[in-house]
T-cell receptor, first 113, second 114 residues
Framework: KNQVEQSPQSLIILEGKNCTLQCNYTVSPFSNLRWYKQDTGRGPVSLTIMTFSENTKSNGRYTATLDADTKQSSLHITASQLSDSASYICVVTMLSGTYKYIFGTGTRLKVLA | EPEVTQTPSHQVTQMGQEVILRCVPISNHLYFYWYRQILGQKVEFLVSFYNNEISEKSEIFDDQFSVERPDGSNFTLKIRSTKLEDSAMYFC????????????FGSGTRLTVV
């Protein structure tokens, strides 16, 4: 079954600290993997996209990694800010006739002052 | 930066009533989508639309749901007879293409069925 699992479910950190969010997927055939940030009550906003051949992609303080062999990805947030408080969603694009987004369950991050 | 616009932001309706959720995708995008997110759960695919017809739909998208692109700019989702379990955040998204092209999501419409 095509699934995307994320951990932890929620995370609380202090401002300025780093954190890493995990994503494991069983989606096949794989096209690409995206990390989205979703603020409460808003639509998801894309942070990074990685294809099969890419191991790392950075966007400011966000760095995503992908290990296509183990089907794992991580999102590392450096020097967290209060505005990083949001849900972070791992989305895998599957190619099965048409492209289809498979959404993860998300990690809810809370950054405290 | 171009945005996907959704209206209304919040709608409350009585069970059994019809609702229409409206979306204005980004003007040069060709692919349109509706997703929903029940409170506390993950985002779920409803339907994709291309070239004025549905290209794919999920099991959730039953006969109570329909989509339409009535003119060159709007993309609507209609729920004919709402049920309590239709209460969710509904997101519209659009993209230039498929595969490597990312989706741009709107801010969503929170639908509450009472």
């Amino acid at each position: 079954k095509n699934q995307v699992e994320q951990s932890p479910q929620s995370l609380i950190i202090l401002e300025g600290k780093n954190c890493t969010l995990q994503c494991n997927y069983t989606v096949s055939p794989f096209s690409n993997l995206r990390w989205y940030k979703q603020d409460t009550g808003r639509g998801p906003v894309s942070l990074t996209i990685m294809t099969f051949s890419e191991n790392t992609k950075s966007n400011g303080r966000y760095t995503a990694t992908l290990d296509a062999d183990t089907k794992q990805s991580s999102l590392h947030i450096t020097a967290s800010q209060l505005s990083d408080s949001a849900s972070y969603i791992c989305v895998v694009t599957m190619l099965s006739g048409t492209y289809k987004y498979i959404f993860g369950t998300g990690t809810r991050l809370k950054v405290l002052a | 930066e171009p945005e996907v616009t959704q209206t209304p932001s919040h709608q409350v309706t009585q069970m059994g009533q019809e609702v229409i959720l409206r979306c204005v995708p980004i003007s040069n995008h060709l692919y349109f989508y509706w997703y929903r997110q029940i409170l506390g759960q993950k985002v779920e695919f409803l339907v994709s639309f291309y070239n004025n017809e549905i290209s794919e739909k999920s099991e959730i998208f039953d006969d109570q749901f329909s989509v339409e692109r009535p003119d060159g700019s709007n993309f609507t989702l209609k729920i004919r007879s709402t049920k309590l379990e239709d209460s969710a955040m509904y997101f519209c998204a659009s993209s230039e293409g498929t595969g490597e092209y990312g989706y741009t999501f709107g801010s969503g419409t929170r639908l509450t069925v009472v």
